[in-house]
């Protein structure tokens, strides 16, 4: 875990065409045949893609679009508020094929998920223990679904969509990597160490409370 941002700003992003991510999770499947993955071998891994690659299937408005990424909310949220933004890029889809030349493009999808933080913090009006209002930045390190996106994400994670053992360890473990940490290894060390293994065995282990440590459920 970790975090990449506290609760702050945010936002051109209010829903995009019908896509969802976070491990586990698929999106709604159709739209053609995508191309062959082995990582990604349902169409509807594909969403994000379709997404990105044609800005005019986002079709909800207060979607943000500019020519390096999209912004929209996870249609299947894993928190209270769980927004999705999502790299242009055509052939970027996980963090391990970052290099230190992304950098200014991981600086831009910083800027554009905190100002979505803020557009949802001010139409917030929730009576939650304020979790659902502290957001996290980061990349799964072996997403679930096809293209580069970071999740902007709060830390209650209670969201409807958070229903199975593998979602909730896919944010509550090392399993999601903050943008900070991932930005960092690219300034040291010129790329992204990704052990898809040993980040998938996370998500199988016991159940620990991202937010103070103990056991069990949070």
């Not at 999106?27 to 990604?40: L, T």
């Not at 979607?63 to 769980?82: F, G, Q, R, T």
């Not at 139409?123 to 930045?137: I, N, Q």
Request: some cysteine.
């Amino acid at each position: 875990g970790g975090s990449g941002a506290g609760g702050g700003a945010g936002g051109g992003s209010s829903q995009g065409g019908a896509a969802g991510s976070g491990s586990g999770s698929g999106a709604p499947g159709g739209g053609g045949k995508p191309p062959p993955d082995p990582r990604f071998p349902h169409a509807s891994l594909h969403a994000l893609h379709r997404l990105a690659m044609d800005p005019s299937k986002i079709t909800s408005p207060g979607a943000h679009v500019d020519e390096l990424c999209i912004c929209i909310p996870d249609v299947y949220p894993k928190s209270v508020h769980h927004g999705l933004v999502v790299a242009r890029e055509r052939g970027l889809d996980t963090p391990s094929e970052l290099t230190p030349s992304h950098l200014p493009l991981l600086s831009h999808m910083r800027r554009v998920a905190m100002r979505w933080i803020w557009q949802v913090a001010q139409g917030h009006t929730g009576s939650g223990d304020g979790a659902e209002l502290v957001f996290r930045l980061g990349f799964h390190a072996v997403p679930s679904m096809r293209q580069l996106h970071l999740h902007a994400i709060g830390t209650d994670l209670r969201g409807a969509n958070m229903k199975r053992k593998d979602h909730f360890m896919s944010f509550a473990t090392p399993y999601f990597m903050p943008l900070d940490q991932v930005e960092a290894q690219l300034r040291e060390q010129g790329r992204v160490a990704v052990d898809a293994a040993a980040a998938n065995q996370l998500l199988k282990g016991p159940i620990v409370c991202h937010r103070c440590g103990a056991a069990g459920d949070p």
